[in-house]
C-alpha cells in the first residue's frame, strides 16, 4: 500500500511538473509598453547597466531625487505620487533587473545584487546630492546605500522597509502571499507554482499590499501581472524569496548611516510594532512618521501624504543647506 500510494504520489508530481511547463510555454507574453499608461507627457528611457537593459523615467526639476519600488511590482507603483512630486523635483524612478520590462538576468537577486543596480544607475546618470527614496525592499536598498557612504546620496526617506520576519514579510499580504513565499523555498515545487500562476493569484498577493483595495486599480493590477508573465520573469522572483534573509540581515549596516534619514510606516503595513522599532533604533539622525490608512503599497494607499512628506523632507534640506551656507 505505502509503495502504491508513493507511486501515485510520484506520477502525480511528474504530470504536474509537466503540466507547468506546458502552461508556462503557452502563456502569452507581454508587448514592452511604449508608453506609460498613467501618463501621456513622461517618455520612458532605457539605459544599459551592468550588461542588463534597464527601464526608467526622468521628469520634472528642482532636486534629484530617485524613487524605488517594492519587490515584484516596478516604476508604476509611484503613478499617483510621480506627477505632482516633478513639480518640486527631478524625479527618476526606474525598474530593477528581473522587475517590470527591465532585462532579466541570472543573478542572486538579493540584497548586494540590488544595492548594485541602484549604485550603478546613479553613476551612470552622474547624480549628486541625491535624496533616495524606496518602499519595501526599495526602503532597504538606500540605508544600504547610505550605510556604504555613497558620497553621491545626500539624504534617504525608507518607507516600510522589508528589513524583518528573514525577508518573508510577503508571507503577510494574504493566503496566496504565504503559499507563493514558502513554496518558493522548496526546490521544484517553488517552479511549479510559478509556473502555474494566475491572475486571480496575483491579485490577491497586490491586494494584500494596500489598506484597501480600491487603492489599487485594476489595470494596475494587470500591468503587474503582464510583467510578470515576460520569459524568466518567474525565476528571478523566486531566487529574490530564496535570499529573503538577506534582506534583514541589512539592519546590522544601518549603524555606519551618517546622512538624514526619513523613515515611514504606513500604520498597516505588513511589519509590527517591535520590528518597525528595531530598525528605528538601528539608524543614527533618524526621524519616523506614520501614515494612517497605509499598507505596505504606502504609494497607492495614501499618495498625497507620501507626496507631501518627500517635499517637505527636500525643502527642509535644501533651507538646511543654505542656513549653513
Known amino acids: 500500500m505505502n509503495g502504491s500510494l ?11 511538473w509537466l ?16 508608453r506609460l499608461p498613467w501618463s501621456d507627457i513622461i517618455p520612458i528611457n532605457y539605459i544599459a ?7 526608467y523615467i526622468k521628469v520634472g526639476s528642482g532636486p534629484t531625487i530617485v524613487l524605488l519600488h517594492t519587490l515584484r511590482t516596478q516604476l508604476d507603483l509611484f503613478e499617483g505620487v510621480i506627477p505632482e512630486l516633478s513639480k518640486h523635483c527631478t524625479v527618476y524612478a526606474f525598474d530593477y533587473p528581473g522587475h517590470g520590462y527591465s532585462d532579466i538576468p541570472r543573478a542572486r537577486y538579493d540584497a548586494p ?3 548594485a543596480a541602484v549604485e550603478r544607475f546613479l553613476e551612470a546618470h552622474d547624480l549628486r546630492d541625491v535624496t533616495l527614496a524606496g518602499v ?9 546605500i547610505a550605510a556604504r557612504r555613497n558620497a553621491r546620496v545626500a539624504r534617504i526617506v525608507s518607507v516600510n522597509p522589508y528589513d524583518y520576519a528573514k525577508g518573508r514579510g510577503l508571507a503577510r499580504s494574504s493566503l496566496f502571499g504565504w503559499i507563493t513565499t514558502y513554496a518558493s523555498l522548496v526546490p ?14 496575483t491579485k490577491s498577493i497586490l491586494r494584500g499590499g494596500v489598506a484597501r483595495p480600491s487603492s489599487m ?10 510583467a510578470g508573465n515576460r520569459p524568466r520573469h ?22 555606519r548611516i551618517d546622512v538624514p534619514v526619513l523613515l515611514v510606516y504606513g500604520d498597516r503595513d505588513w511589519s509590527q510594532t517591535a520590528e518597525r522599532e528595531r530598525t528605528r533604533a538601528r539608524i543614527p539622525n533618524v526621524v519616523m512618521k506614520t501614515i494612517e490608512g497605509g499598507g505596505h503599497f504606502l504609494p497607492l494607499d495614501r499618495p498625497q501624504e507620501l507626496r507631501d512628506l518627500l517635499i517637505g523632507f527636500v525643502d527642509a534640506a535644501a533651507k538646511d543647506v543654505r542656513v549653513r551656507s
Do not use: D
Open 113 to 115: 545584487f540590488f544595492v
Open 136 to 144: 519595501s525592499i526599495g526602503g532597504v536598498i538606500p540605508l544600504l
Open 188 to 201: 521544484l515545487l517553488g517552479e511549479i507554482w510559478m509556473r502555474l500562476r494566475s491572475f486571480p493569484v
Open 19 to 34: 503540466l507547468s511547463h506546458v502552461v508556462e510555454f503557452l502563456r502569452p507574453r507581454p508587448k514592452t509598453p511604449t
Open 234 to 255: 518567474y525565476r528571478a522572483f523566486i531566487t529574490l524569496l530564496r535570499n529573503g534573509k538577506s534582506w534583514e540581515l541589512a539592519r546590522e549596516q544601518y549603524g
Open 6 to 16: 508513493a507511486m501515485n504520489i510520484a506520477v502525480g508530481g511528474l504530470g504536474l
Open 217 to 226: 486599480s485594476p489595470a494596475l493590477m494587470r500591468e503587474m501581472h503582464h
Open 49 to 55: 547597466i551592468g550588461g542588463a537593459k534597464l527601464r
